[in-house]
């Protein structure tokens, strides 16, 4: 199995919106972040792969499995945290486990209690006394206690302070140290992801606008501010989009090597996965 997840032709339409014919993978070993504005179809992606919605058409395998005939089989082995609060709210945070033991063959209840710990989660407090950033908190735990090997994260670091935000980001990257585990992330924090993503899924009003490796964005693409004039003279193929400012014209460059071979004392600037992001939403695209 070479890709944990294979989203196939996806497409679901709403009155005003429609996912529209959407292929990607998440290759087995990797993290790979999903990004993009608000409402370009990453929660219907998310919540097709889970079976909460019925797209119209286009196929969807998690872990060699159809997402639909396999369902029981595949949420035995993925942890899923979600934006909103999943867990039933009069329960103790300690009572989680004896649920959780009855759902998931592989439940750890050692490690469940060990994440309790870990993230200051008081046993004997009900879950909606939680704020929302523990409540995020508790939701982890669950998914990382039953052995899951495949994680899908929507939105779900957004309520942490950013020492616990940090904390989980190290706890995906040492979950994926196991080659056999994969997480699928989404979120607006793209910072979070120029840390520790593999690869990147740029969605834009419901398609894939695209898909890149990290190596590929370190190693390749730039930031360029110029003046029109050096602008007018380089070539279309030297840069992927611009965007034109009062006096001088910013360009995302895509072989940044080759231009600095040719320009030796060209200032690119590293591009974030936000720089990019920006061109692509608000700049001209080649
Ligand atoms: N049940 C529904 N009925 C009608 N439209 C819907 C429904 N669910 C989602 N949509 C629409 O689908 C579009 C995509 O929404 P979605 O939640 O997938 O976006 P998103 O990328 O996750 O956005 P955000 O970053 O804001 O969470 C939006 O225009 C939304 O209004």
């Given at each position: 199995m070479e890709n944990t997840l294979t989203v196939s032709h996806l497409t679901k339409t709403y009155k005003d919106f429609t996912l529209d014919d959407v292929s990607f993978q998440v290759p087995r070993g990797s993290i790979c972040g999903l990004i993009g504005e608000n409402g370009a179809g990453k929660t219907t992606a998310i919540s097709a792969m889970l079976n909460i919605i019925t797209p119209d058409s286009g196929d969807i395998r998690i872990l060699d499995m159809d997402y639909r005939e396999d369902e029981k089989k595949i949420k035995q082995r993925v942890g899923v945290v979600l934006d909103e609060l999943n867990q039933i709210?009069?329960?103790y945070c300690k009572d989680i486990d004896t649920i959780m033991k009855k759902i998931y063959?592989?439940?750890d209840s050692r490690l469940f209690f060990q994440y309790l710990e870990k993230f200051k989660?008081?046993?004997?407090?009900?879950v909606k006394e939680l704020s929302k950033g523990m409540n995020v908190k508790l939701n982890f735990a669950v998914a990382l206690?039953?052995?899951?090997e495949f994680l899908i994260l929507d939105e779900a670091t957004s309520g942490l302070d950013p020492v616990m935000r940090d904390d989980i980001l190290q706890l995906l990257q040492e979950f994926v140290l196991d080659e056999n585990h994969s997480v699928l992330l989404s979120t607006h924090i793209t910072s979070d992801l120029d840390k520790i993503a593999d690869y990147i899924i740029f969605m834009h009003e419901g398609n894939i606008q695209f898909i890149k490796s990290k190596e590929d964005i370190e190693n390749n693409y730039g930031v360029l501010q110029c003046r029109n004039d050096f602008f007018e003279a380089?070539?279309?193929?030297?840069?992927c989009a611009y965007i034109k400012e009062e006096y001088s014209v910013k360009v995302l460059v895509h072989h940044k090597q080759e231009l600095l071979r040719h320009f030796q004392d060209l200032v690119i600037e590293r591009a974030s996965i936000e720089d990019i992001m920006l061109f692509y939403i608000k700049g001209v695209i080649i």
């Open positions: 709210p009069h329960l063959s592989s439940w989660l008081p046993q004997k407090k009900k206690s039953h052995n899951a380089l070539s279309p193929d030297d840069y």
